[in-house]
T-cell receptor
């Protein structure tokens, strides 16, 4: 099992460009999450999904969009990239909410110049 | 609202010293889960422990131990006889069990531990 796979691992964007961070899990988990990690700030939740077709905003959703057309995939779209979106992004999944340990991807480091 | 506070931003110790990382949380729920994760310099997030709100027993795993006290809303983590390989950022996190919350993890800001030889 691959677990949670994120691509790309690194990306440099210019201000105003758009891109999609891909996240795929092969554990048949219904719950999926996108977090961003800024230095000294911990991890902040961007968006989450409780199943295919259902998404909801987290703590810092502005500037991002998500979709969940399948159980396996939960892509994060950045529209009109800004320097404030320079961060490390983590995708995670779990079988059920609350008690279950989240399985994290390896992270995607994004720099917006 | 949920909140997790790790007041220690950075801690530096010399190898073989004991070190305690503090975690204080806030929640309105009676049922919740607390976690500790380790993030080594390589960047991945490594799960260390989960504790539910009904289990206040302390836990020991090798050199690691955790002290959960509901009365003070704290879930502290102690490393005994620290080693250089313990150098990492450690995150405390809180999750409520309500299904309509989506099981989101709320993270503290992390404590960067540096263990010097």
């Amino acid at each position: 099992n691959a677990g949670v796979t994120q691509t790309p691992k690194f990306r440099i964007l210019k201000i105003g460009q758009s891109m999609t961070l891909q996240c795929t899990q092969d554990m048949n988990h219904n719950y999926m999450y996108w977090y961003r990690q800024d230095p000294g700030m911990g991890l902040k939740l961007i968006y989450y999904s409780v199943g295919a077709g259902i998404t909801d905003k987290g703590e810092v959703p502005n500037g991002y969009n998500v979709s969940r057309s399948t159980t396996e995939d939960f892509p994060l779209r950045l529209e009109l990239a800004a320097p404030s979106q320079t961060s490390v992004y983590f995708c995670a999944s779990s079988f059920r909410p609350g008690a279950n340990v989240l399985t994290f991807g390896a992270g995607s480091r994004l720099t917006v110049l | 609202a949920q909140k997790v506070t790790q007041a220690q931003t950075e801690i530096s110790v010399v190898e073989k010293e004991d070190v305690t990382l503090d975690c204080v949380y806030e929640t309105r729920d009676t049922t919740y889960y607390l976690f500790w994760y380790k993030q080594p310099p390589s960047g991945e997030l490594v799960f260390l422990i989960r504790r539910n709100s009904f289990d206040e027993q302390n836990e020991i795993s090798g050199r690691y131990s955790w002290n959960f006290q509901k009365s003070t809303s704290s879930f502290n983590f102690t490393i005994t006889a620290s080693q250089v390989v313990d150098s990492a950022v450690y995150f405390c996190a809180l999750s409520e069990s309500l299904y309509n919350q989506g099981g989101k993890l709320i993270f503290g800001q992390g404590t960067e531990l540096s263990v010097k030889p």
